[in-house]
């Protein structure tokens, strides 16, 4: 069974082709229907690759299956290849679960909205995109999906398109991405001139093999990395992600959990050896993870928009994954990422929830005791939270815990501390977020009062079954310190993940990493519990007595506007200035010139097309003797 | 292998030609699609036998004809080529007024014609086949017998052609004095052993080269190209576009692919061809640019693509010759069929205002021709795109590079009038009322097997490459 696995991104495409040409037709019913379906048909077959791949022994990964070559030209070659690996097979899996359970919420989600067909068309575009990014067995084909996944993205953030900040949202995310983007090509370029194969297996057979330096390796993965900065959010280059809020609900769920953001960690991931051999780029990725993760937590402290906390949540945690693939305990990286995708899906989709049941309202100043009327989202959320929060026993905890103890471990201590005060603050401004919205007095709004609800159960049980992930989805990659073989991840990975920096440590030590992980998860836990439910005079005094360090978290450190005034508004100055004063004059000039001239040569030319025979046979006449000539006499 | 199966293609096709001919005096003339019927009937039967004789290398006559895998190739995409002229001519004959009995039978022999030219090594029959070709030609040329044009057409075609086939006789007649042997392998044999060559061999390569050139309508001897095209049965311009130039270059590559490996003086041949594909691209590109005649622009776009052509058979590069010729094969005839499409009775929409809104119109048809428009500038992911990177990759790769800067400039001024076609059918409101036939299967056929034939080369060559590359590898290497 496991030979089809290249059916996988494929069903969704044949979905969304289906519905993209008879949407118009097919009953709504059934389109969501097909929509579900079709990306549960992936899940299904990503479970048994799965369970196939663990049945072949490790010298026969990865299974590529060559659908067709495209391109072949001399040493040029591209191919349409898949394949199937652990690596490969973990990212359908998660996409593909969580995709399927984000497009059943949908269901609930969108029911009133008038571009439903459209939605789901778009809904599984993405998915496949996100599908040939994660099992293309070349970068080309990687790219591919890359780039199918940022058009999506582009697609469904701005699906209210007459809303103009959901127009905008979307062109941001699209314009960010691609200029990260241009750095993954640069890259992809390089590793055509410098291996001249851009075969996953190739790439890693000229590393091993010494046919690239260090340095053109640091070189290529800077660049590649540069894209994944771009696509995963990373510092400079996350502002799109908050903006992408604009769209709707399960679409930030589908980005932030199982697509989109992930893009950038898998592909760090699939370069291992490359970010390995060359030492610096994967330094690089470290630093810039883990500065990312504390700033981005930083930004939540503050925000009071349910779903923007969230969205620097999810900058902070793809940060954490970061830290895990610099340090080179890519498996950890890899951990939290599918882990991530469980509770971050599941408290975007309680989020949506929460704004289901309050009309809309996103803002948590106008929330507060929900919890009694919330009964099944409350409960999933709270999961979630906790799970993320790094709370023992719940899956985030052993990921989170994994990369902190790799990283230390490798000795990169200063990391391991942004680390921690990342996770420190996660833990405050999740429950931040809980109290101000599930407890406390009521601040709802009267009008929404009215139609409080909860929500469908077309909406909750996909809550609850990721709340059940939430809890569980952990327990398959236990620290070594319980027992050496119970890190059953990690050990699936290692096949892919040659070279591995899984540095050991005494157990003593490991057990103290892990009481501190510990110990900052209930910290960060209290503080909030003191700031928003005993003492919620404090948070007031605070922002009274720092009232320039509130200003600055709140307006996330102004980067918005340095932007704007840096980047955007000076390139659209300058823009309009070279539109007037070069493309009009000189450029236009130049082709209008060129064309009358191109025109009045082609008007000589036809003069000698009289349309008489003779002057035909004299030019053939003529033609012939200058050929002759010219044979003879040179 | 020595076998008479050698003739069998050639034989079906000889055969139908006759039957045809002799069937159309029983046939009235309204049922005159059973003709057509019956010519498909046996193309088909061809193209299956072609197919079977792959990798088989037969041949007859001593070796005179033979059925190697490359001229197997060729036959099938001159047996295609056919095969979409005829679908096309089904109603066009009946529309516009050609429906004369002879149409098919001549159709048929043309194509017998170049099924010898392409798989011969020796010059006497290549030219055997090369009049067999021309005097049918000719005749079709001329079958709008009340069309001056076409009149025109027919006696600029025959006093060319008979002049040109003179100039390769002629040539012929030298190479033969020189080399004493009409066989191409044995001349070029000739051409190694002799250090200095003699002015008599050297002139008689000259004519034959001449003789070619205008059969596949290189500048300066393409004069005739736009008034035959634009005078013809435009079924029978798709037809002269394709077939013709297809056997002209396979005959070419016979020569030269040898000729090159014995490099002995080449020098002289090497750069006349090089200053013919700069004149044929520029003439062809640039005086298309003036042109309103829809069938006028594609002669001279006609014209432009052999330019293309001869840079591969400068970079020795058969392969991307023949997969050129396998994507122009279905672009050209794609971008006729929609011509073709636009008429009704009596009346052919060929004027570059005709096709003001059609692509609101007749979105279908706009469309397609809008696609194969894109290919012939070569646009990607079309199979104009792939053919024309192929062989421009492969003349770099033979340092041929201000040839592909000129040919890439070249195609450059082509996109202007490809894209002006578009522009009209697209942006332009419809300034006459154009109403066309639009009950025509056939003809919709061919629209959609040439769209499906350029997206598929244009998307995934695999297959057909490989295929290219077995047929040009069973060429004799010197």
């Not at chain 2, 020569?255 to 002995?264: G, S, T």
């Amino acid at each position: 069974m496991t030979e089809i696995f290249w059916l996988i991104p494929f069903v969704p495409a044949l979905s969304a082709f289906i519905l993209a040409v008879f949407g118009k037709i097919l009953p709504k019913k059934y389109v969501s229907f097909q929509a579900c379906f079709a990306v549960f048909i992936s899940f299904t077959i990503s479970v048994v690759s799965l369970l196939g791949l663990l049945r072949i022994s490790h010298e026969n990964y990865p299974i590529v299956k060559t659908l067709f070559s495209w391109i072949h030209s001399g040493s040029f070659e591209s191919n349409l290849s898949l394949q199937l690996d652990p690596l490969s097979a973990v990212m359908a899996l998660v996409v593909s679960g969580v995709g399927f359970l984000i497009h059943v919420y949908s269901v609930g989600y969108m029911a009133e909205d008038k571009g439903y067909t459209r939605y789901f068309t778009y809904l599984n575009l993405f998915t496949f995109a996100m599908l040939l990014l994660v099992m293309g067995s070349n970068i080309v084909l990687m790219f591919i999906g890359w780039e199918g996944v940022g058009l999506c993205s582009y697609l469904l953030i701005g699906f209210w398109y007459e809303k103009h900040s959901a127009a905008n949202a979307g062109k941001k995310a699209f314009i960010v991405n691609r200029i990260g983007d241009a750095g993954f090509l640069l890259g992809i370029f390089f590793i055509f001139v410098l291996i001249g194969s851009g075969e996953f297996t190739a790439i890693n057979k000229a590393i091993s093999g010494g046919v690239i330096t260090q340095g053109a390796a640091t070189l290529i993965a800077i660049l590649l990395f540069v894209g994944a900065i771009g696509k995963s959010a990373q510092i400079p280059l996350y502002v799109w992600l908050p903006d992408a809020m604009e769209g709707p609900t399960p679409v930030s769920a589908l980005i932030h959990a199982a697509t989109m953001v992930t893009a950038g960690v898998y592909m760090v991931s699939r370069m291992n050896m490359l970010y390995t051999f060359s030492g610096v780029a994967a330094q690089i990725v470290a630093i810039v993870g883990a500065l990312t993760a504390v700033y981005a937590a930083t930004m939540a402290l503050t925000q009071n928009d349910i779903k923007r906390v969230l969205a620097y949540s999810t900058i902070s945690q793809i940060g954490f994954m970061f830290i895990g693939c610099g340090v080179g305990a890519y498996a950890a990286g890899m951990f939290h990422l599918y882990t991530h995708a469980f509770f971050k899906s599941l408290l975007f989709l309680a989020a949506g929830s929460v704004m289901h049941a309050l009309s809309g309202e996103l803002d948590m100043r106008k929330m507060g005791g929900l919890k009694k009327y919330l009964p099944l989202t409350y409960p999933t959320f709270l999961i979630g939270a906790i799970a993320i929060a790094g709370v023992p026993f719940f899956s985030g905890f052993f990921s989170k815990d994994a990369i902190l103890t790799q990283a230390y471990a490798n000795g990169q201590y200063f990391i391991w501390a942004l680390g921690i005060m990342g996770a420190v603050l996660t833990a405050f401004y999740m429950f931040r977020l809980i109290f101000l919205t599930f407890h406390g007095q009521e601040r709802i709004e009267p009008e929404a009062k009215k139609h409080l609800h909860e929500s469908p159960p077309m909406m909750t049980i996909p809550l609850v079954i990721l709340a059940f992930f939430s809890v569980v989805a952990g327990y398959i990659g236990l620290p070594v310190v319980l027992g050496k073989n119970l890190n059953w991840f990690g050990r699936f990975l290692e096949p892919v993940i040659r070279v591995s920096h899984e540095a050991h440590l005494e157990i003593g030590t490991e057990w103290l990493l892990i009481l501190i992980s510990v110990a900052v998860a209930l910290v960060g836990i209290y503080i909030a519990y003191v700031f928003y439910i005993r003492n919620p005079q404090i948070p007031h005094a605070l922002v009274a007595r720092f009232p320039f360090i509130y200003k600055l978290l709140y307006n996330k450190y102004y980067v918005d506007e340095i932007y704007n005034a840096a980047f955007v508004n000076s390139t659209v100055k300058g823009s309009e200035i070279i539109y007037d004063h070069f493309d009009l004059k000189v450029v236009d000039g130049a082709v209008n010139g060129t064309g009358s001239a191109t025109n009045f040569s082609g008007k000589i030319l036809s003069y000698l097309q009289t349309g008489l025979l003779k002057d035909y046979a004299l030019v053939f006449l003529l033609g012939a003797i200058l050929f002759l000539g010219y044979l003879l006499f040179f | 292998m020595n076998s008479f199966l050698a003739l069998f293609p050639l034989l079906i096709i000889v055969f139908a030609a006759l039957l045809v001919l002799i069937l159309e005096v029983f046939i009235k003339k309204e049922n005159r699609n059973y003709l057509a019927y019956v010519s498909l009937f046996f193309l088909i039967i061809c193209g299956i036998i072609c197919g079977k004789f792959w990798d088989k290398d037969y041949s007859y006559f001593d070796g005179y004809l033979f059925l190697d895998n490359f001229s197997i190739f060729l036959s099938f995409i001159i047996i295609i080529t056919t095969f979409f002229v005829i679908l096309l001519s089904m109603k066009y004959i009946f529309l516009q007024d050609v429906n004369y009995g002879e149409f098919y039978s001549l159709l048929l022999f043309a194509l017998s014609g170049m099924m010898i030219m392409v798989s011969s090594g020796d010059f006497l029959v290549i030219f055997l086949g090369l009049e067999v070709l021309s005097i049918s030609s000719y005749a079709l040329a001329g079958l709008r017998i009340k069309d001056e044009k076409s009149s025109e057409a027919a006696i600029k075609y025959f006093l060319l052609g008979s002049f040109a086939s003179a100039f390769f006789i002629y040539g012929l007649a030298l190479l033969y004095g020189a080399s004493h042997s009409t066989e191409i392998l044995s001349i070029i044999d000739y051409f190694k052993s002799e250090t200095s060559l003699s002015l008599m061999a050297l002139i008689g390569l000259g004519l034959v080269i001449i003789g070619f050139g205008f059969k596949i309508a290189v500048v300066p001897f393409h004069m005739w190209t736009p008034d035959v095209y634009e005078g013809a049965p435009t079924p029978i311009t798709a037809f002269f576009s394709v077939g013709p130039k297809a056997a002209g270059f396979a005959v070419l590559l016979r020569i030269f692919y040898p000729y090159w490996k014995v490099a002995l003086n080449s020098q002289a041949i090497f750069w006349l061809l090089c200053i013919i594909s700069v004149l044929t691209m520029v003439v062809g590109n640039f005086v298309a640019l003036r042109q309103t005649n829809v069938k006028r622009i594609l002669a001279y776009s006609s014209i432009a693509h052999a330019g293309y052509l001869l840079i591969a058979i400068l970079a020795q590069d058969n392969t991307s010759l023949v997969f050129y010729l396998t994507v122009y094969l279905f672009m050209n005839i794609g971008a006729f069929a929609a011509v073709i499409a636009l008429g009704k009775k009596d009346r052919e929409y060929l004027e570059l205002e005709d096709y003001a809104g059609v692509g609101f119109k007749y979105p279908w048809i706009g469309a397609t021709f809008a696609v194969f428009l894109f290919s012939l500038a070569g646009f990607p992911p079309t199979g104009g795109f792939l053919a024309k990177f192929y062989v421009f990759v492969g003349a770099v790769r033979q340092g041929l590079v201000p040839l592909v800067i000129i040919g890439v400039l070249a195609s450059l001024v082509s996109v202007f009038y490809y894209l002006r076609i578009i522009v009209y059918m697209y942006m332009r409101e419809p300034s006459t009322e154009i109403e066309i036939y639009i009950e025509n299967p056939a003809l919709f056929l061919v629209l959609f097997l040439c769209l499906y034939g350029v997206l598929q080369l244009g998307l995934f060559p695999g297959n057909i490459l490989i295929l290219v590359q077995q047929a040009v590898s069973s060429l004799p290497l010197f």
